[in-house]
């Protein structure tokens, strides 16, 4: 049976992939880089963060409630939208963190992130 992180790299996957709290990830492979695409929709710029600690990447957001508890006793019928802080950790052992861009649009945030580059010199071995 095929498992879903079977096509992505090891070093992408963290502990806690899989909680339901955690916002919804797509990683592709573009060759010389992988892109990250986050779901983060309701979500304003400055409520994202995207920080680098060592190898891991954790991204965090934090949506504020727009209203306070004493506004749910009065005007609402239904109020289903969550509060709270969201985030999920990468290991990044694998990307150039040095070359990581970040947008955010539509409720996407897209990372662009290079890979190491394996870099090889020439070399020719004298022999004695």
């Known amino acids: 049976m095929d498992h879903f992180y079977d096509n992505i790299p ?37 409520d994202i963060h995207v920080d680098l600690d060592g190898e891991t990447m954790t991204i965090r957001a934090e949506r504020h409630s727009e209203h306070e508890d004493q506004d749910k006793k009065g005007n609402y019928v239904r109020c289903e939208r969550s509060y709270g802080s969201y985030q999920r950790a990468f290991d990044i052992s694998g ?15 897209r990372l662009d992130m290079p890979k190491k580059s394996a870099t090889v010199s020439a070399k020719q071995i004298e022999i004695q």
């Open 10 to 46: 090891r070093f992408f996957m963290t502990a806690g992939d899989n909680q339901p709290s955690a916002f919804r990830t797509d990683i592709q492979d573009l060759g010389d880089c992988y892109l990250l695409e986050a779901d983060l929709p309701g979500f304003k710029k400055e």
């Open 95 to 109: 990307i150039d963190v040095d070359r990581i861009s970040a947008q955010y649009a539509d409720g996407v945030l």
